[in-house]
């Protein structure tokens, strides 16, 4: 018996075995030392097809790019790496400050992607100046100097924050990723927090971009629309003190 048949024998008891339907088997090589290849097409509906299982894996990676680490959600405007941090802190505030790589250690419980990612967000949450309390070097946004290492700075939560993020009684929880530990679905935040910090992300067929604007002017804001009243809003650059004219911005004609 020839290599060639002895082969299509075994590859038929396996089909066999398995109860998967081949419909074309295709075999190359002119010597007998040469290694035959074996191309196999499967059925549109068989659950082995590769474009199908590309198809499902690459929108189930997708998604997880979307919702658990590069966009923001509108509620909270917080993206979870730093929903993790301030719950951490939250968890951990005693009034004092903690050192950042205790800060970052006591996040990992949470999220599952490691240090640096935790490092990195807390320092751009701690240069907003809004939620988190500094004290070291924490950088410089205008000159693009980096912070101090995790030892050598300290942070706590802002009371502004303490005010405005936490309410036990009306967050809703979910397991942590080893499910050791519960971790807030969204913060139940009182200040539209997405606007007042901004948002930048890159994910998988989108992105993320949205300016920071005014403290004050977003609290006016706020008030206008809980009284049912017009208001306007325009993005404040934080990287400039010159005035910047806004009026034209919605203009479609140049």
């Known amino acids: 018996m020839s290599l060639k048949d002895s082969n299509e024998?075994?590859?038929?008891?396996?089909?066999?075995?398995?109860?998967?339907?081949?419909?074309?088997?295709?075999?190359?090589?002119?010597?007998?030392?040469?290694?035959?290849?074996?191309?196999?097409?499967?059925?549109?509906?068989?659950?082995?097809?590769?474009?199908?299982?590309?198809?499902?894996?690459?929108?189930?990676?997708?998604?997880?790019?979307?919702?658990?680490?590069?966009?923001?959600?509108?509620?909270?405007?917080?993206?979870?790496?730093?929903?993790?941090?301030?719950?951490?802190?939250?968890?951990?505030?005693?009034?004092?400050?903690?050192?950042v790589a205790n800060i970052i250690g006591f996040t990992m419980q949470f999220h599952p992607h490691g240090d640096a990612s935790i490092g990195d967000a807390l320092v751009q949450l701690g240069q907003k100046d809004l939620l988190i309390d500094c004290q070291g070097n924490w950088g410089n946004v205008h000159?693009?100097?980096?912070?101090?290492?995790?030892?050598?700075?300290?942070?706590?939560?802002?009371?502004?924050?303490?005010?405005?993020?936490?309410?036990?009684?009306?967050?809703?929880?979910?397991?942590?990723?080893d499910g050791r530990n519960k971790e807030p679905i969204t913060l139940p935040a009182k200040y539209p927090l997405l606007l007042a910090q901004g948002a930048e992300g890159i994910a998988v067929g989108l992105t993320s971009k949205i300016l920071p604007h005014n403290f004050n002017e977003l609290c006016d804001a706020s008030v206008s629309y809980l009284q049912g009243e017009e208001f306007k809003l325009f993005p404040d650059f934080q990287d400039t003190s010159m005035w910047r004219d806004t009026t034209m911005v919605n203009v479609a004609d140049r």
């Open 9 to 99: 024998e075994n590859f038929e008891d396996k089909d066999k075995q398995m109860n998967q339907e081949e419909e074309d088997i295709v075999f190359s090589g002119s010597s007998q030392h040469s290694n035959p290849k074996i191309t196999t097409r499967l059925a549109e509906d068989s659950p082995m097809n590769l474009s199908r299982m590309y198809q499902d894996w690459f929108l189930d990676y997708a998604s997880y790019v979307i919702l658990e680490r590069a966009v923001p959600h509108v509620t909270d405007g917080l993206k979870p790496v730093q929903r993790r941090i301030l719950h951490a802190m939250k968890r951990m505030d005693d009034g004092r400050y903690n050192k």
């Open 143 to 177: 000159t693009g100097d980096g912070a101090a290492a995790p030892r050598y700075i300290e942070a706590r939560l802002t009371k502004f924050a303490l005010e405005v993020l936490f309410n036990a009684k009306t967050t809703e929880w979910k397991p942590s990723y």
